[in-house]
């Protein structure tokens, strides 16, 4: 038997992996999104003379910004970001780990 079926409402489909929130993601208030951190970009603002605050951010569970924002006060989510999440409505509290989802560049238009 075949079936076909047709979504009604969009269709998340998560990876099972968890996002540590100022570790993996960052919040933008004034934008109101998380962005997953692309590693590469956060490490062309640090530098690496900066790697080992990093690091001890990661250890310690403390929050990334104020040390990318000291580097570079005008840091804009796309200055950090392998993916945007904008959300409407609310804030995504930091402490907590969020669920990534998968995504396809097939979108319909």
């Excluded at 956060?42 to 990093?54: A, H, K, P, R, T």
């Excluded at 040390?67 to 509290?93: H, S, T």
């Amino acid at each position: 038997m075949n079936l076909s079926l047709t979504t009604l409402t969009p269709v998340h489909i998560g990876t099972g992996r968890d996002l540590q929130g100022s570790t993996e993601y960052l919040w933008f208030d004034q934008n109101n999104e998380a962005v997953v951190l692309d590693d590469e970009k956060v490490l062309n603002i640090l530098g690496e003379e900066q790697m080992s605050q990093w690091i001890a951010c990661i250890d310690k569970g403390e929050p990334l910004m104020p040390l990318l924002r000291q580097r570079k006060p005008d840091l804009v989510p796309m200055d950090v970001a392998r993916r945007r999440m904008p959300l409407q409505g609310g804030r995504i509290n930091e402490r907590k780990a969020i669920r990534e989802q998968l995504h396809s560049a097939n979108r319909a238009a």
